[in-house]
């Protein structure tokens, strides 16, 4: 077939009616397929299972420094946890302060905690004028919707295949004292699922900003989170990165094993220089006693060491890369060649990018969600919602069982083109 | 034997010589007795071992609403979860957020977001010239630690057998604006292991605030820990009350199951209005996806209903009631008559507190110190570390065995009368 921007009106209408009659015969079977979050399906979860299994009544809840895990203590948490998560996110251990269940809570109170005591001895961002933060897009709603609820002003930085576009990144911090943060998922970003370049990086360690207080927040959501054996992306660790380049306080490095184990039931961790970890724990020590140490240590007798994690993921890689290369397929095959927009492969992660004709996302996703399919809210990737073009689509493949994504995306496929097709006629009349 | 009041410069003098020699014996063994915080001793947690064998591998983690505790939802906890603490608060399951594993991080993250934005609608804190809080004293030193990191002025106001002074706080909150709000241990307070009286309770709900955001941070961390089968306090429950009083959004109110299974690895909760609520889920919405489900379905599974967790608590009892009465009977044997000091003995809760003569309690303790027995600093029970009649001792008997138990409170008895005696001798010269 040929793509549609070549066809006539006529043409276009035949294709619309066949069209529609295939969207009208999906919505009479009166489906709920859900792809709006990232999130594993069962088969993921039943992988942790014998995450249930390490500890029982007669196990002992000792860590080899002699922390007994039941009782109060360890701020930091457990040295085992530590090391285990120092191999998953590439870092010293004692540069590691292991969270409760969510990174993106520790995120949250991270922002909070500049809002009314400020960074590293800093004016606290409350007392500011204007706060503003870069935001790498399309990206991730939740890291939005953060800075939003703090009345942070979020000025969109454009993403490129190699990572946010660098030359305006080191403009703007090095010019605007207000500016005092960067979302960044580096890894098998969300929602491009693409990696940070070498050079992306090396950049990012060497930004001059002009605010003293300025921090990357550096997401690594998906560092261990490939669908391939043999063909990964590899990142350079940033705060190795940034120590070499003589800016150690730069970043505040995130991750979980939110989507390793359990979303919800496992454990998040912060990586950063010791000033900054001073700066984490004089609010921590006022916040809490300590985090769920025996969950710590759950996680810890069950992968053993980062083998056990790697071989673990390589299995979660087994149960979602079918799903990933079912979506590239159809997509492919309905698609390719009509010139009605255009999609990522990733090697890893959880999503799909689909750029629609620009005017067209929100019309999808509402043609979608009428014939039972509840894709992510068309802007979602954008601050406030806003995708100044209205192209931009973040897939989830992960969550439906095979067929189910089959249908899903076939009524998706669909729904572009008939969105397609309706804007290339609206524009001939 | 007399009074030490009413002893001679010689009879004194005399007694001195022969306690110290006591006192050297102790010093001598060497001894590392910790009696400094509520912590729950092996035995207690031993208790709770069961509830590492309730889920395993084949368990299904589905709830009776058929979420799977696995994975992402369920922002204020699973229902089952809601329902038991609700048995356990006294609240209605509607009216309970279930929170990670720690109510002092809810407590801290409560203040913190009416710093940033305020409390249903009123003007954030951070934007005013002075917040302030009652504080009732002693009390909790990890409550005066947050509101002190926020620069929030704190407001003594003592404590009767009671609760805390009302025609105080009543006058207080009425005259005063910045007064935002007030801590409260409600029941088997920290540290006298007293309960509010009815009369109290009325009156906390019947309070006239000034500030429209004023709140009661009413922290029930005690509510389930008896001492005593036959014998125990009953607390009005506080919201009900607020509501009966035209009030229903005056009181937060927290609690865990921190020293019911395990401290770090337990479930915490929040019971309050649903006007309220709506102003917790605002920034709980931004803040996570959700606390831990699985955890929460672990606690429901272990004690089935709230006569399971009635009768693990008759076990804990059973372990820490000998301590109490071991601490009240040395103190009666070794104190009684003496004139050099006064102690609770309460019915539950983790604490008994002392009372020594004016301006020993700091000596008292260091010497305990130098013999080896680390006891809470003199002075935590005050608002910024600082006791002004320097007397105010509290006693965490939980921890150590009974042996080490008997050991401390000889040397801490010991302790006593040596600063009551150089006490009174530099008062005669």
Redesign the interface.
């Known amino acids: 077939m040929k793509p549609y921007s070549q066809m006539t009106q006529e043409e276009l209408n035949a294709e619309l009616v066949q069209l529609k009659a295939q969207y009208k015969k999906y919505q009479a079977l009166g489906l709920h397929l859900d792809m709006s979050?990232g999130?594993?399906c069962?088969e993921q979860?039943d992988l942790?299972?014998?995450m249930?299994?390490v500890?029982?009544?007669s196990?002992d809840?000792t860590c080899e420094d002699g922390t007994?895990?039941?009782?109060?203590?360890q701020l930091t948490g457990i040295q085992e946890a530590r090391e285990l998560l120092g191999d998953m996110m590439e870092n010293n251990p004692k540069d590691i302060i292991i969270y409760?269940?969510?990174s993106?809570?520790v995120m949250?109170?991270t922002i909070?905690r500049a809002?009314?005591?400020g960074v590293m001895g800093n004016i606290?961002w409350?007392?500011l004028d204007e706060v503003k933060f870069l935001c790498p897009v399309p990206g991730y709603d939740?890291h939005f919707?953060?800075t939003e609820?703090?009345g942070i002003k979020m000025i969109p930085v454009p993403m490129t295949p190699t990572g946010p576009d660098m030359d305006m990144v080191e403009k703007l911090v090095r010019e605007d004292e207000s500016i005092k943060g960067i979302w960044c998922v580096p890894k098998y970003s969300n929602p491009q699922g693409i990696s940070y370049s070498d050079a992306t990086v090396r950049r990012f360690a060497r930004l001059e900003p002009k605010a003293p207080d300025f921090r990357i927040f550096w997401d690594n959501a998906y560092g261990m989170h490939h669908l391939y054996d043999h063909q990964q992306d590899y990142l350079i660790e940033i705060l190795a990165e940034c120590k070499r380049a003589g800016n150690p306080d730069l970043v505040y490095k995130f991750s979980s094993t939110s989507k390793i184990t359990?979303?919800?039931?496992g454990i998040a961790a912060l990586a950063t220089s010791p000033n900054n970890m001073e700066d984490f724990l004089s609010?921590l020590?006022?916040?809490?006693?300590?985090?769920?140490?025996?969950?710590q240590l759950r996680h810890v007798r069950f992968f053993h060491d980062i083998h056990g994690m790697v071989e673990h993921m390589r299995k979660h890689a087994d149960i979602i890369r079918p799903k990933f290369e079912l979506v590239e397929s159809i997509l492919q095959r309905d698609l390719e060649g009509l010139d009605v927009g255009t999609w990522t492969c990733p090697l890893g992660g959880y999503f799909i990018m689909f750029d629609s004709l620009p005017g067209c996302a929100k019309d999808i996703v509402a043609r979608a969600k009428k014939a039972g399919v509840v894709m992510t809210n068309a802007g979602a990737t954008w601050p406030y919602g806003m995708d100044p073009q209205d192209s931009n689509i973040r897939i989830a493949p992960t969550y439906p069982s095979l067929q189910d994504l089959q249908t899903a995306m076939e009524i998706f496929s669909l729904c572009v083109r008939i969105s397609s097709i309706k804007k290339l006629l609206a524009a001939m009349n």
């Open positions: 979050r999130k594993p069962q979860l942790s299972m014998g249930m299994d500890l029982d009544s196990s809840l007994d895990c039941r009782n109060y203590g409760g269940n969510s993106l809570n949250f109170d909070s809002w009314t005591h606290p409350c007392k939740r919707a953060i609820y703090f359990f979303p919800g039931s609010y020590r006022k916040q809490t006693i300590g985090h769920d140490k025996v969950n």
